[in-house]
T-cell receptor, first 112, second 112 residues
Framework: DVKVTQSSRYLVKRTGEKVFLECVQD?????MFWYRQDPGLGLRLIYF???????EKGDIPEGYSVSREKKERFSLILESASTNQTSMYLC???????????FGSGTQLSVL | ELKVEQNPLFLSMQEGKNYTIYCNYS?????LYWYRQDPGKSLESLFV?????AVKQEGRLMASLDTKARLSTLHITAAVHDLSATYFC????????????FGTGTLLAVQP
């Protein structure tokens, strides 16, 4: 069974902390994505990666960075967490031509 | 830049009734997805529409795509309570690299 696994279902962090959200896929997909989901705003693309060590900014990259050292793993980094980064974070992966797209179960991050 | 708009944002309907959710997008795309999300859960793929005139059906849901009008519809036939969820459309946007842009979602509440 194919899987996109996000390391934490719930996280609570303090303002100013450095936060790592991890995502691992087992489908050998080239494309990986990080979205955040907020009520009334839908899913907004933060960053995506189309190959190892390759990354591109999405629509709302400010305050975030990413790392893709291995094909199966895509990490989202909040350098200094702020309360407005409290959100649901969703990771996804796909083949290059988007024939299938799979989502992880999400990480609900609360920054206090 | 691609914009994806869904309407309505919220839909309350009675069991047994029919209704349609609309998804408009602003630039050319040849691939559109519909997803379902239950509260607190991740996204579940419903349909992938790949060409103009494509129509797909699963149970009480039917999706169609008109690439010339840049419009997709998700039609609900004889709604049942189990269909209550948030429905998202998403469009592949090609530039230097492809990315997937989501609409804001339609919250569907089916009342007994």
């Amino acid at each position: 069974d194919v899987k996109v696994t996000q390391s934490s279902r719930y996280l609570v962090k303090r303002t100013g902390e450095k936060v790592f959200l991890e995502c691992v896929q087992d489908m050998d997909h080239e494309n990986m994505f990080w979205y955040r989901q907020d009520p009334g705003l839908g899913l907004r693309l933060i960053y995506f990666s189309y190959d190892v060590k390759m990354k591109e900014k999405g629509d709302i990259p400010e305050g975030y960075s990413v790392s893709r050292e291995k094909k199966e793993r895509f990490s989202l980094i909040l350098e200094s967490a702020s309360t407005n980064q409290t959100s649901m974070y969703l990771c996804a992966s796909s083949s290059p031509i988007f024939e299938k797209l799979f989502f992880g179960s999400g990480t609900q991050l609360s920054v206090l | 830049e691609l914009k994806v708009e869904q309407n309505p944002l919220f839909l309350s309907m009675q069991e047994g009734k029919n209704y349609t959710i609309y998804c408009n997008y602003s630039t050319t795309s040849d691939r559109l997805y519909w997803y379902r999300q239950d509260p607190g859960k991740s996204l579940e793929s419903l349909f992938v529409l790949l060409s103009n005139g494509a129509v797909k059906q699963e149970g009480r849901l039917m999706a169609s795509l008109d690439t010339k009008a840049r419009l997709s519809t998700l039609h609900i036939t004889a709604a049942v309570h189990d269909l209550s969820a948030t429905y998202f459309c998403a469009v592949v946007y090609g530039g230097a690299t492809n990315k997937l842009i989501f609409g804001t979602g339609t919250l569907l509440a089916v009342q007994p």
